[in-house]
């Protein structure tokens, strides 16, 4: 009986998803930049009108080839993770669920930890819960699995189509196209208001009023998870489902698939992608119309899809040997993404925050993009030399240590002079 009751040794990782890692990191970080540089509302109220072609294009790109599909890419990812995880057996064959728990619990806790004290875009929080959630599931057969996947991404597709016609339907009536054109305007209003707030205090406010505008954030985008996380849970399931079939750790012996889901998804992807930019040019802010529908489609459908693409496009390129130098540089950052990861939101909070650089709202979603590029080129550097002296980054050897109750090797001996 195989026996295990440490994470698996860095010699023994998966390059491969180590790579999808670090490539599906770059991709959020792209996304991310421009909340982190402006309020997470700022977007919901459309383009202002002093906007940039530079920044106007930038943001129809990050839309176009970017947002919605890099969560997917981790989401999936997550997933294969944590069947890889159930693949372990603990002394004496105990289940190995009760640990996976503990994995889980930390990482809620550290999600707690990085919404309160330093971003309101937090992930971590709800890919904690939802993974107890997919707990639920790990007995699920395998074409159980694509089905509840289906209805899933249906999920928010299904509502948000339901409110459009709900809302359509009672604008007809006089007086609930009167009551809904006023609860319109005082959600725009506060909105606009929150936004306002969230820029004053996040570029010259005290650290307590920036955790107490966090915390208002949150509780007001929550309800958007509705619309955003079935998707994630879909993915954790279709991960769990790939980690069965370890598509990943043989993937020579799957290529077939990988053609087939390289081509379904970027003929299929591209399509819903341009819809998704189409929508987002044409959606009132904060109303609920046949382009809130659109945008809802072209957001959940282009992330899926074009998320395998990227991953199938890599694991072929890989399968002919034309992403060594690549997955020796971008490796790293993914073997460390939990730390690279929170160091993004360590590094742009202390760039606009008024704690650091005071750059809040100062910059464009075009300088966004560049700084990204610049952020993620130079942690790939710094991810290598840290993984050359150390097993873990700092935060994924802090998760194992709590998660397994006992201090794990960290520091690498016997190191070259």
């Known amino acids: 009986m195989k026996t295990l009751t440490a994470p698996v040794l860095p010699a023994n990782r998966v390059a491969m998803l180590d790579t999808l890692r670090g490539f599906a990191l770059f991709g959020v970080l792209m996304v991310n930049m421009q909340y982190f540089h402006q309020p997470m509302m700022a977007l919901m109220l459309g383009f202002p009108e002093t906007v940039t072609g530079a920044d106007k294009a930038s943001t129809l790109l990050i839309k176009f080839l970017f947002e919605g599909k890099f969560y997917v890419i981790f989401a999936l990812l997550f997933g294969y993770g ?80 339901l409110m459009w016609l709900f809302i359509r339907m009672a604008m007809q009536i006089p007086e609930a196209a009167s009551a809904f054109e006023a609860s319109y305007a005082e959600t725009v209003k506060t909105v606009q208001n929150m936004v306002e707030n969230a820029t004053r205090i996040y570029s010259s406010g005290t650290f307590r009023e920036m955790v107490s505008m966090r915390l208002q954030e949150y509780q007001f985008l929550a309800p958007g998870v509705l619309f955003f996380y079935p998707v994630v849970l879909a993915m954790f399931m279709l991960g769990l489902l790939g980690g069965r079939k370890q598509l990943i750790e043989n993937y020579s012996d799957h290529l077939p698939f990988f053609r087939k889901s390289m081509w379904v998804g970027l003929s299929v992807g591209l399509p819903f992608s341009l819809l998704f930019v189409y929508a987002f040019l044409n959606v009132k802010p904060i109303q609920m119309d046949v382009y809130s529908v659109l945008h809802t489609i072209g957001h959940s459908l282009s992330g899926i899809f074009m998320g395998l693409f990227y991953i199938s496009t890599l694991v072929l390129l890989a399968s002919k040997n034309k992403l060594k130098t690549f997955s020796a540089w971008i490796s790293p950052v993914g073997q460390m993404a939990l730390t690279n990861y929170l160091l993004h939101s360590i590094i742009c909070t202390t760039i606009f925050y008024g704690y650091g650089f005071g750059l809040y709202g100062q910059i464009g979603a075009f300088q966004g993009v560049l700084l990204a590029i610049v952020i993620f080129i130079v942690q790939i550097p710094l991810s290598r030399f840290w993984l050359s002296r150390f097993y873990y980054g700092p935060f994924e050897w802090l998760w194992r240590t709590l998660t397994y109750g006992k201090a794990q090797p960290f520091v690498k001996k016997n190191l070259p002079h």
């Not at 707990?135 to 948000?160: C, D, H, Q, R, Y």
């Open 82 to 161: 944590i069947s890889i995880f159930l693949s372990k057996t603990l002394t004496s064959g105990v289940s190995i669920l009760p640990v996976l728990r503990r994995r889980l619990g930390v990482l809620l806790l550290i999600g707690i930890l990085h919404l309160v004290l330093l971003w309101t875009g937090d992930i971590l929080v709800f890919y904690a819960i939802f993974g107890f959630v997919l707990l639920l599931f790990i007995k699920v057969s395998n074409k159980g699995l694509v089905k509840w996947s289906i209805w899933l991404v249906s999920i928010p597709i299904v509502f948000t189509t």
